[in-house]
């Protein structure tokens, strides 16, 4: 998901609503909204009423701040005492301060999990950011908040970084990262907030960096103007990024490898989840669209949603020369997973969404007890070939099953002949209220191969634990993911065996740990990206 566009926003509000410039100071995250914000109109009103106008309750573990005190200390069981030294981290929107009713502008809190002396522990940090140190100060404005009055009336100060979508491991480091070019930065160990900066040339960046982890790589897609402001663009790059450590600064560059001109300009232009091969880095070329502004949303849904397009960018990473391709379906790609190269082509399996789907994520969208329209958020999986040459990509559908957060064993992770991924979605679109089920799927045919619920259970993303090294089985391993039960009000950590999606074993967390899209693993010090 696209989440925390504020910086976007305030361009947008700046570029396209009050018609005045944007003036950057030295700090290129760091934008001068003082003019612009004498014109806003804030929002103190809660949206989240249901059409009675009722304010509406949701799950338990949905729009509820995360007590980050509670420290978990358990031993292992000892079917999982061969976990010892994995690390699992996960990056949750776990503060909702009052009139935050959009789910993933929750502001951005890390959870370590950790097997490690005969114990399992969990602990937890809020990241530092000024929304979370500020907040009365705060005029916040998010992917469907705001912009927020802020309770010191003395204060215009816009506090747009919230980095809580993932987290790509660097050097004993963990950058927490989003669609835009605002990423944080986290001690590993300590979790406390660095002093971390991304220097790209355009305002987003991809929330899910395409990694290849045996030579050490990660590529992103973006836009690539000479200009930061310009919130519409038709050039499009791929680069590398490359950590720069001043004193205790922490510099991300991004280095171009290929550019592109389009024949018409993106509005906003992003890709949330680029994939990589040996030879090639794959991008699908996303975008927003205006809509007319919807006085029952805040935030940047307000005013735009997510274009259902189909173009992509390939580059052959030998050579630095890219394409742009044309799919012959149209989407929005929430998450591209394991892409491999064929004799025909690169394989992408793409779980694929709507212009609606942001909007699933509103607090009136998510009411307990309704079943969300998950068929308008969601389209069928697809799987596309993206030929050596020429520039049309196909796709056929996978599979219709709704389904998010694909995950497959690491160790397989461009290999031709991986066989299976695991993901979570409803058990039944007719009546799942949330994220209900675990699948096993067949990643050749689409097919379900196991699959696992229980009623009053919701789960977040499932991390695949490889038991051994590269040479072990591909589903020789477990599942570990957060687990609410909505009965009790209480989260537990349940790992899965991968071979059955048995459940083998669980901890309780002693709090309520709230959803949250992603998380990564650690084993024996060597992290691997996700996807
Ligand atoms: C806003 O109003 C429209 C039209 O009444 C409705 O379809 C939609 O569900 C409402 N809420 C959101 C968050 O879009
Ligand atoms: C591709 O780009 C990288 C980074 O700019 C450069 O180091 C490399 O030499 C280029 N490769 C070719 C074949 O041009
Ligand atoms: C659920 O538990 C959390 C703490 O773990 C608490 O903050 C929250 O109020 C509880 N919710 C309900 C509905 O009891």
Same mark, same amino acid.
């Given at each position: 998901m696209?989440?925390?566009?504020?910086?976007?926003?305030?361009?947008?509000?700046?570029?396209?609503?009050?018609?005045?410039?944007?003036? %950057?100071?030295?700090?290129?995250?760091?934008?001068?909204?003082?003019?612009?914000?004498?014109?806003?109109?804030?929002?103190?009103?809660?949206?989240?009423?249901?059409?009675?106008?009722?304010?509406?309750?949701?799950?338990?573990?949905?729009?509820?701040?995360?007590?980050?005190?509670?420290?978990?200390?358990?031993?292992?069981?000892?079917?999982?005492?061969?976990?010892?030294?994995?690390?699992? %981290?996960?990056?949750?929107?776990?503060?909702?301060?009052?009139?935050?009713?959009y789910f993933f502008?929750?502001?951005?809190?890390?959870? $370590?999990?950790?097997?490690?002396?005969?114990?399992?522990?969990?602990?937890?940090?809020?990241?530092?950011?000024?929304?979370?140190?500020?907040?009365?100060?705060?005029?916040?404005?998010?992917t469907g908040?705001?912009?927020?009055?802020?309770?010191?009336?003395?204060?215009?100060?816009?506090?747009?970084?919230?980095?809580?979508?993932?987290?790509?491991?660097?050097?004993?480091?963990?950058?927490?990262?989003?669609?835009?070019?605002?990423?944080?930065?986290?001690?590993?160990?300590?979790?406390?907030?660095?002093?971390?900066?991304?220097?790209?040339?355009?305002?987003?960046?991809?929330?899910?960096?395409?990694?290849?982890?045996?030579?050490?790589?990660?590529?992103?897609?973006?836009?690539?103007?000479?200009?930061?402001?310009?919130?519409?663009?038709?050039?499009?790059?791929?680069?590398?990024?490359?950590?720069?450590?001043?004193?205790?600064? %922490?510099?991300?560059?991004?280095?171009?490898?290929?550019?592109?001109?389009?024949?018409?300009?993106?509005?906003?232009?992003?890709?949330?989840?680029?994939?990589?091969?040996?030879?090639?880095?794959?991008?699908?070329?996303?975008?927003?669209?205006?809509?007319?502004?919807?006085?029952? $949303?805040?935030?940047?849904?307000?005013?735009?949603?997510?274009?259902?397009?189909?173009?992509?960018?390939?580059?052959?990473?030998?050579?630095?020369?890219?394409?742009?391709?044309?799919?012959?379906?149209?989407?929005?790609?929430?998450?591209?997973?394991?892409?491999?190269?064929?004799?025909?082509?690169?394989?992408?399996? &793409?779980?694929?969404?709507?212009?609606?789907?942001l909007d699933m994520f509103f607090k009136?969208k998510l009411?307990?007890?309704?079943?969300?329209?998950?068929?308008?958020?969601?389209?069928?999986?697809?799987?596309?070939?993206?030929?050596?040459?020429?520039?049309?990509? &196909?796709?056929?559908?996978?599979?219709?099953?709704?389904?998010? %957060?694909?995950?497959?064993?690491?160790?397989?992770?461009?290999?031709?002949?991986?066989?299976?991924?695991?993901?979570?979605?409803?058990?039944?679109?007719?009546?799942?209220?949330?994220?209900?089920?675990?699948?096993?799927?067949?990643?050749? &045919?689409?097919?379900?191969?196991?699959?696992?619920?229980?009623?009053?259970?919701?789960?977040?993303?499932?991390?695949?634990?490889?038991?051994?090294?590269?040479?072990?089985?591909?589903?020789?391993?477990?599942?570990? &993911?957060?687990?609410?039960?909505?009965?009790?009000?209480?989260?537990?950590?349940?790992?899965?065996?991968?071979?059955?999606?048995?459940?083998?074993?669980?901890?309780?967390?002693?709090?309520?740990?709230?959803?949250?899209?992603?998380?990564?693993?650690? $084993?024996?010090?060597?992290?691997?990206?996700?996807?």
């Open positions: 696209f989440c925390s566009l504020s910086i976007l926003v305030s361009l947008l509000l700046g570029a396209c609503l009050l018609g005045k410039a944007v003036a %950057y100071n030295s700090d290129d995250e760091v934008l001068n909204y003082k003019e612009i914000l004498q014109d806003v109109n804030y929002t103190d009103v809660s949206y989240a009423q249901s059409p009675s106008g009722e304010s509406v309750e949701t799950l338990g573990f949905l729009f509820e701040t995360m007590d980050a005190s509670v420290r978990v200390s358990s031993p292992i069981n000892e079917q999982s005492l061969w976990l010892e030294n994995v690390v699992n %981290y996960r990056n949750i929107p776990g503060v909702f301060p009052d009139g935050m009713d502008d929750g502001l951005a809190t890390l959870t $370590k999990f950790e097997f490690k002396d005969g114990k399992f522990t969990m602990f937890t940090q809020n990241y530092h950011s000024r929304a979370f140190d500020d907040w009365e100060k705060c005029v916040f404005f998010g908040t705001g912009p927020t009055r802020p309770t010191d009336e003395t204060s215009r100060e816009v506090c747009f970084k919230n980095p809580l979508v993932m987290m790509l491991p660097i050097n004993g480091k963990l950058w927490l990262t989003i669609d835009t070019r605002s990423w944080g930065l986290v001690d590993m160990n300590s979790l406390d907030t660095l002093n971390g900066n991304v220097a790209a040339p355009g305002m987003t960046l991809n929330a899910h960096p395409a990694c290849d982890r045996l030579m050490d790589k990660c590529f992103v897609q973006y836009p690539c103007p000479t200009d930061k402001r310009h919130i519409l663009n038709g050039e499009v790059c791929i680069g590398e990024v490359r950590e720069e450590a001043k004193g205790d600064h %922490y510099i991300l560059h991004v280095d171009e490898r290929s550019r592109q001109s389009l024949d018409r300009k993106k509005l906003v232009q992003h890709s949330h989840s680029p994939c990589v091969t040996p030879n090639y880095v794959v991008a699908k070329l996303d975008e927003f669209e205006a809509i007319s502004p919807k006085n029952n $949303k805040s935030g940047l849904l307000k005013f735009l949603h997510q274009g259902e397009v189909n173009e992509w960018m390939v580059m052959d990473r030998r050579d630095n020369s890219s394409r742009i391709l044309q799919s012959t379906h149209s989407f929005v790609n929430n998450h591209f997973w394991n892409c491999y190269e064929t004799a025909d082509g690169i394989n992408v399996q &793409t779980v694929a969404v709507t212009s609606d789907y009136e009411v307990l007890n309704e079943v969300p329209d998950w068929k308008k958020g969601f389209m069928s999986t697809l799987e596309c070939t993206v030929p050596f040459t020429g520039d049309e990509v &196909t796709c056929s559908e996978l599979t219709d099953a709704v389904f998010d %957060y694909p995950t497959f064993n690491p160790y397989y992770k461009m290999n031709p002949s991986y066989q299976y991924f695991y993901a979570v979605g409803p058990r039944d679109v007719e009546t799942s209220t949330f994220f209900d089920s675990l699948m096993k799927f067949n990643g050749k &045919t689409g097919e379900i191969a196991a699959e696992w619920h229980r009623d009053n259970i919701f789960l977040t993303e499932a991390n695949f634990i490889p038991r051994g090294d590269e040479s072990g089985a591909e589903d020789d391993g477990v599942l570990f &993911t957060i687990a609410y039960n909505s009965e009790e009000n209480m989260s537990y950590a349940y790992l899965f065996d991968a071979a059955t999606l048995d459940l083998v074993d669980s901890y309780c967390l002693e709090t309520m740990v709230p959803f949250h899209a992603h998380g990564i693993i650690c $084993k024996e010090g060597t992290c691997f990206s996700n996807p």
